[in-house]
T-cell receptor, first 115, second 111 residues
Framework: NAGVMQNPRHLVRRRGQEARLRCSPM?????VYWYRQLPEEGLKFMVY????????ESGMPKERFSAEFPKEGPSILRIQQVVRGDSAAYFC?????????????FGDGTRLSIL | GQQLNQSPQSMFIQEGEDVSMNCTSS?????WLWYKQDPGEGPVLLIA?????ELTSNGRLTAQFGITRKDSFLNISASIPSDVGIYFC???????????FGKGTRLSVIA
């Protein structure tokens, strides 16, 4: 998974705290996707962003969750007032552009544990 | 919403055997992708398919994009121990829309 960098790899939070997950896409990639994976499950889409724009957030809960991809710096997935059910692996993927057939490449994820 | 049914859920095979797994969808996809995920890591792209009927190989792996655009299969020939992992199919209506994932096929290889 060289290229898409996610940090931290593991994050532990207590209920009610905030969790911030970061994703730096592959060099030259301007499209970022966030997915969530529960144990024994496939990945579920959350949000799709281009630089400074949210393109599709249909998979992201309306409350407590937000995402951004600023002009400079990594994409951030923020979860406020975390609850036990937020425990999961969160993966970021990136792709170059909308033109042509350019698959998404994934980072190694952030494993979020809520105490 | 769109769903992918991936089968089998798990497989136990002897080293050297061939493996076949498949994915079907409830709607048409214009992109099919196959990923492998090892424990503690993210999915790694194995094969990408963009045309109905397309058959693509990557070493011992071969995947096909079904002619109906609603299915795909992945074959692994002459399995080896490092093939162990979870294989996911994923599809999307077009190249850069969000992916829909299957639940995965867990492959175990007995040496």
């Amino acid at each position: 998974n060289a290229g898409v960098m996610q940090n931290p790899r593991h994050l532990v939070r207590r209920r009610g705290q905030e969790a911030r997950l970061r994703c730096s896409p592959m060099k030259g990639h301007s499209h970022v996707y966030w997915y969530r994976q529960l144990p024994e499950e496939g990945l579920k889409f959350m949000v799709y962003l281009q630089k400074e724009n949210i393109i599709d957030e249909s998979g992201m809960p309306k409350e407590r969750f937000s995402a951004e991809f600023p002009k400079e710096g990594p994409s951030i997935l923020r979860i406020q007032q975390v609850v036990r059910g937020d425990s999961a692996a969160y993966f970021c993927a990136s792709s170059p552009s909308v033109r042509g057939n350019q698959p998404q490449h994934f980072g190694d994820g952030t494993r979020l544990s809520i105490l | 919403g769109q769903q992918l049914n991936q089968s089998p859920q798990s497989m136990f095979i002897q080293e050297g055997e061939d493996v076949s797994m498949n994915c079907t969808s409830s709607s048409i996809f214009n992109t099919w992708l196959w990923y492998k995920q090892d424990p503690g890591e993210g999915p790694v792209l194995l094969i990408a398919l963009y045309k109905a009927g397309e058959l693509t190989s990557n070493g011992r792996l071969t995947a096909q994009f079904g002619i109906t655009r609603k299915d795909s299969f992945l074959n692994i020939s002459a399995s080896i121990p490092s093939d162990v992992g979870i294989y996911f199919c994923a599809g999307s209506p077009s190249g850069n829309t969000p992916l829909v994932f299957g639940k995965g096929t867990r492959l175990s290889v007995i040496a």
